[in-house]
């Protein structure tokens, strides 16, 4: 038996579409409720306009996210490596995936949103670094907030031109520095691909 999408859910996608499709500014209320297939009551009885549902729709895409990427994280032995990935996987979703720079670019406050839904995950993670030595960290809540800024404004820079794609994920040697990571680990790590940093996790290749 076919499960079937909520009206939610259905505005929630269309919404992601469209915006990734034409960004927030120009994608329009009337296209997205078309291609949900409801009807004009039902989209404002769950939102109270665009900005509203664009809030949630990249609300909904952080906390995926954030699960994805704490559930890497608990199966890798290699806490460099899984910081290192998870830093330089928001760069690779944002290069790839034109909804998730336009909510990145547009999206204000983004930080506090973005920060809220990610941090009950990266406090798994560094935390799991710190107890096996991997990380020095004398407070683990600022050293998620640092952690945090660091990568939306490396994102941010790369997407509007101010950074290259190559510098962009080199910088996560930065942020592995930052936590105590010998340099030429943190160096090495940050040049590896994506694939190679999955594999020096132990998780599997991306399929998406």
Known sequence: MTKQVSVRQRLLDAAYSAMGSKGFETSRIVDIIEAAGVGVGSFY???SGKENLARAVFLSRVDAFGKEMEAAVVSSSDSAASLCFVYRRLIDRAERDYAWAAFILQLEPLFRMFDRLMRPHARVGLQIGIDNGTFRI???EAGVTAVHAMMLAVTQAMLIGDLSRQKAHRSSKLALC?????????????????VALRAAMGIAADEH
């Open 45 to 47: 009885n769950h939102f």
């Open 138 to 140: 004398d407070d683990l």
């Open 178 to 194: 930052m936590f105590g990571v010998p340099e030429a680990r943190a160096a090495k790590l940050s040049r590896m691909t994506m």
